[in-house]
């Protein structure tokens, strides 16, 4: 297994559909991040987990619901989303807590299409 | 109002020249600066990083120079290989562990053969 394994690869829902997106690391890590990469735009931080609990939700809409059941998962609750939040959602892990040490390793990414 | 800044969106180098990647911040209290890189279809994998004590950090190929005054940053190839064609980000974090990853858009690099 990968690093980070993110499900699925690609997803197209309609604005009326409920999913989620998955997210494993296998690194040991306890930190989990939710980015969104939209066209010509930054990657932006969307949620951050440090040991299982919230640690920061940057202004994302509920229409975006993240939950984090272990150290290991993280899933991406979608629903009624807009054409607009069409993005690569990227999952990312890394080792928490110890200064100059916060390298992410990022999954693959779910390449979501809202029509 | 973005606090990294990649403000070429992209560069062409031809193979066994120098790749020269520029990065602009405006937060002084970022000390702490990585490189990313990001083939399509995959997500980002770390390159190199450099913290604000040092103003150049190597690494085989690819060495990052850090000018704090300037707050600029720049992540040199060399020899460039077209096997580094991908999209570079920038990345800057605040001290301590509760420093979010601040990322810039991205300079997307061509390396022709």
């Known amino acids: 297994e990968t690093g980070v394994t993110q499900t699925p690869r690609h997803l197209v829902m309609g604005m009326t559909n409920k999913k989620s997106l998955k997210c494993e690391q296998h690194?040991?890590?306890?930190?989990m991040y939710w980015y969104k990469q939209s066209a010509k735009k930054p990657l932006e931080l969307m949620f951050v987990?440090?040991?299982?609990?919230?640690?920061e939700n940057n202004s994302v809409p509920s229409r975006f619901s993240p939950e984090c059941p272990n150290s290991s998962h993280l899933f991406l609750h979608l629903h009624t989303l807009q054409p607009e939040d069409s993005a690569l959602y990227l999952c990312?892990?890394?080792?928490?807590?110890?200064?100059?040490?916060?390298?992410?390793?990022f999954g693959s990414g779910t390449q979501l299409s809202v029509l | 109002d973005q606090q990294v800044k990649q403000n070429s969106p992209s560069l062409s180098v031809q193979e066994g020249r120098i790749s020269i990647l520029n990065c602009d911040y405006t937060?002084?209290?970022?000390?702490?600066f990585l490189w990313y890189k990001k083939y399509p279809a995959e997500g980002p994998t770390f390159l190199i990083s450099?913290?604000?004590?040092?103003d150049k950090n190597e690494d085989g190929r690819f060495t990052v120079f850090l000018n704090k005054s300037a707050k600029h940053l720049s992540l040199h190839i060399v020899p460039s290989q077209p096997g580094d064609s991908a999209v570079y980000f920038c990345?800057?974090?605040?001290?301590?562990?509760?420093?979010?990853?601040?990322f810039g858009k991205g300079t997307k690099l061509s390396v022709k053969p």
């Open positions: 990312a892990s890394s080792q928490a807590g110890r200064l100059y040490n916060e390298k992410l390793f």
């Open positions: 690194l040991g890590h306890n930190a």
């Open positions: 987990y440090n040991f299982k609990e919230q640690t």
């Open positions: 937060n002084s209290m970022f000390d702490y």
């Open positions: 450099i913290s604000s004590i040092k």
């Open positions: 990345a800057a974090k605040e001290g301590g562990s509760q420093g979010n990853l601040i």
